[in-house]
């Protein structure tokens, strides 16, 4: 089964691609690899979601934000690729969470992630990582995603 027809399967879908809201291009491939640049949980060019983890943002609602700013990154993926089918593997996905003083589940928090790359690549989609907090994310994010995949 392709990928795109995975996401279909899994009912989702791949937004149109956001537009940069500052000075950078959505992805740039060097050589076989894709860097995608940094996704926040937006729909139609809003946020769904604003807040810091730990404190107005539960671990659940954290998680489904990770998985809209991962479908936002796939979007910046295919814009260069055209399908999703032309991803070889997932390398790695960078993630950053908006955290209150003490919460420590950043992990937790892009499993979210982490897990939807899987149910749609299977073994392609399993990847290197990192989920960090920080204080604040831009326009009040509870969660920012990048990703890097080879074709």
Do not use: W
């Not at 149109?16 to 950078?24: I, K, W």
């Not at 919460?103 to 392609?124: C, H």
């Not at 399993?126 to 890097?148: D, N, Q, S, T």
Request: glycine residues 10%; negative net charge; hydrophobic residues 45%.
């Amino acid at each position: 089964m392709s990928f795109e027809q995975r996401v279909k399967e899994l009912g989702l879908t791949i937004p149109q691609l956001p537009a940069p809201a500052y000075t950078y291009v959505p992805a740039v491939q060097t050589g076989n690899l894709i860097f995608a640049s940094g996704q926040t949980p937006t729909v139609d060019g809003k946020l769904t979601i604003q807040g810091k983890l730990g404190r107005d943002v539960s671990i659940e609602q954290g998680q489904e934000a990770a998985r809209l700013a991962l479908l936002n990154c796939l979007a910046e993926v295919r814009s260069i690729t055209g399908s999703l089918d032309a991803i070889k593997r997932v390398v790695k996905l960078n993630g950053f969470v908006a955290s209150a003083e003490g919460f420590v589940d950043q992990p937790r928090v892009i499993n979210g992630a982490s897990q939807l790359l899987e149910e749609i690549f299977g073994e392609t989609g399993k990847h290197a990582r990192f989920a960090i907090g920080l204080a604040e994310l831009p326009a009040g994010a509870p969660v920012e995603l990048e990703i890097i995949v080879e074709v």
